[in-house]
């Protein structure tokens, strides 16, 4: 299908869903709309390469996601908390390590390149012998080979805050352990991938818990916007649950609260490793939020009485901080585990790759929004890695649409003022309509 037809057929399939003009209008951004050739319109969205847009789509979530969203040219834009933006030049590197062994995990298994974190929840729950309902809401999907022999009484996930197998390979040297691990009797990969950028760890940690993709799961960053359209922080009060449960939330529905299940995290946001409130009021997970020394915390908890009877109990470790220390705490997680004597499986991973110090402050693109918005009134509500959430309120009182964000993004230059920041910016529902391109 020529460009021209594609773009009559979206136009078409649009207006047939019964949007309203506004949209129409932010699908056609600049002097587009009132052109009488279809070839000549701006598609937002569409234009992008196919391995981004695959990317975007997977991390985005009508509804929850942020109202405009952009992927920089090559400029590296970063986030509040680090995390980068999505950018062509070159595209994101979504590798991370993945290494599962012991208890119900066949040994040496190669996992394939491109094992996605959405995987992992499959696998452990074949490891396990728990059947999950509905798989079809899950993009993830077991990876064949691994589960094996008996199930574990306990499960340990540990997952490395803020690395991807770039900054592994940058510091050969600083993980013993986990290089150990990677090509010893695990089933492991350095090649995995996080499946959808940006690399927020909210939402890779949901997607290892899940199964599934943020586009599936709704925990797209460190803020979402919850049904009554407040930005809140994820998992936090007010924030909406994640659309799909996780595996710890379907342990302890199935088997009747029986599982012991435990986080120790550095942030309340980590909370996705693990769930918690897709089965509420009955939930009473063991969940220690903070920035000390996470051995005591797991230590005292695998004290308690993990893997102690017949039930499979599950703790998930999120660690932060530099790699040497991430492997060192991670290789003493793994002992105290085993000191247990009961038969246990272990997953290591990471969240992906954060962006370089020398990377631009997004706030700037904040700021420029604020700027070219007439209004008098800040109208970012937020932003996270990848887009903004705007002030509906400002907004209408303005008279104006995203619209007005895209066309202030499309503006902005890279620091050097030679080329434009941004290789394309659109309003989020863009995102939905992929499938047109």
């Not at 993004?409 to 529902?429: I, V, Y």
Request: proline residues 9%; contains cysteine; aromatic residues 4%.
């Amino acid at each position: 299908m020529s460009p021209g037809r594609r773009l009559s057929f979206l136009l078409v399939v649009l207006l047939l869903a019964g949007l309203p003009p506004v949209v129409l209008r932010a699908l056609c951004v600049g002097k587009t709309c009132g052109s009488s050739s279809s070839v000549s319109a701006r598609v937002p969205f569409c234009p992008l390469p196919d391995a981004i847009k695959t990317l975007v789509a997977a991390g985005y979530r009508s509804g929850r996601s942020p109202d405009v969203l952009g992927v920089t040219v090559s400029t590296t834009l970063a986030s509040r908390d680090g995390v980068a933006w999505p950018t062509t030049t070159p595209l994101p590197d979504t590798r991370v390590p993945i290494a599962l062994f012991g208890a119900g995990i066949a040994p040496r298994v190669p996992l394939p390149e491109g094992t996605g974190l959405d995987q992992i929840a499959p696998t452990l729950a074949d490891a396990l012998h728990f059947r999950r309902d509905h798989p079809e809401v899950r993009a993830g999907t077991a990876v064949p080979g691994v589960a094996s022999g008996a199930a574990p009484r306990l499960v340990v996930e540990i997952v490395w805050k803020g690395v991807g197998t770039a900054d592994l390979k940058a510091a050969p040297g600083e993980w013993p352990y986990l290089r150990r691990l990677t090509s010893g009797a695990a089933d492991a990969t350095l090649d995995g991938t996080t499946g959808s950028v940006p690399m927020e760890p909210a939402a890779t940690l949901t997607t290892i818990g899940t199964g599934g993709l943020p586009s599936q799961h709704g925990i797209t960053g460190p803020i979402v916007r919850n049904d009554s359209g407040d930005i809140v922080p994820a998992w936090g009060p007010g924030a909406p649950a994640s659309i799909i449960s996780t595996l710890p939330d379907d342990l302890d529905f199935k088997l009747g609260e029986a599982p012991r299940i435990g986080l120790v995290a550095p942030d309340a946001t980590d909370r996705g490793l693990i769930g918690g409130n897709w089965y509420v009021p009955h939930d009473r997970d063991d969940v220690v939020i903070g920035r000390g020394d996470p051995m005591t915390a797991v230590r005292r908890l695998l004290a308690s009485g993990y893997g102690a009877d017949g039930v499979p109990d599950l703790l998930g470790v999120v660690l932060g901080g530099s790699i040497p220390s991430m492997d060192r705490i991670t290789r003493e997680v793994v002992a105290a585990a085993e000191a247990l004597h009961v038969p246990a499986a272990f997953v290591v991973t990471a969240t992906g790759t954060l962006a370089p110090a020398t990377a631009m402050d997004a706030a700037s693109v904040v700021a420029g929004v604020d700027a070219a918005v007439p209004s008098g009134r800040a109208v970012v509500a937020g932003a996270v890695a990848g887009g903004v959430f705007l002030d509906q309120d400002v907004l209408a009182q303005s008279g104006l649409s995203s619209n007005a964000a895209v066309d202030a993004m499309l503006k902005l230059r890279s620091p050097g003022g030679d080329e434009r920041l941004f290789t394309d910016a659109f309003p989020g529902f863009a995102v939905s309509f992929a499938r047109y391109c």
